[in-house]
Structure formats: C-alpha cells, structure tokens
C-alpha cells in the first residue's frame, strides 16, 4: 500500500490535483481539468487527468462518489497519515516488531 502512495505522489501532476482536492473537495473531472488547465497552465487532456486520478484512487489518496450521472473525487489523507505516523511517531513499532 505505501508503495502505491509513493508512486502516486512521485509525479508532480499527481501533487498539483491533490493540491487542487485539498483547496476544493468533491469536484468532477471537468472541474479538476478546468482548474489544471487555467490555474496551473497545464494542458492536459481529460484522457490524462483520468489516467493519473485512477492512480490516486489505487493509492487511496482519492476517493469517488456517484451522485445521478457526476463522479465526485474528494481527497482522502488517511494513506497520507499512516506513512507518517510510521516514522514520525515516537516508540511505534515497525512492521517487523509488532509481527508475532
């Protein structure tokens, strides 16, 4: 799992749409295009921003939600947390430690 986190935040266009998510949760994939497009100046087509909000959403860094015929992408930090945790809190077991 924290390898596709890893993956997922190794791409700097991948950043910028989590940037976007964090500003403004639940926005469609043309909001998320249009936002990239005029904010960032990216010129990406919407075959791209999809291709790279399904990697998030492997990663867990992007949850969708159908409401009627819209697609709803929120940003979910909960993987986020985790990788944190494991080396930011103090006297936590390692994977290998905690193991019986």
Partial sequence: MADDVFKAL???TRRTILDELA?????????ICSRLS????????????S???AV??????VETRREGRY??????TAPLRRITER????????PEESAP
């Fill in 71 to 76: 697609k709803f992408h929120d940003l979910n």
């Fill in 56 to 61: 998030l959403e492997a990663a867990g860094l």
């Fill in 23 to 31: 500003d403004k949760s639940g926005q469609t994939l043309f909001e």
């Fill in 38 to 49: 005029m904010k960032h100046r990216l010129g990406l087509s919407r075959q791209a921003v």
């Fill in 10 to 12: 190794a791409d700097p």
């Fill in 87 to 94: 080396w930011l809190v103090p006297d936590a077991p390692g």
């Fill in 51 to 53: 291709h790279h909000l």
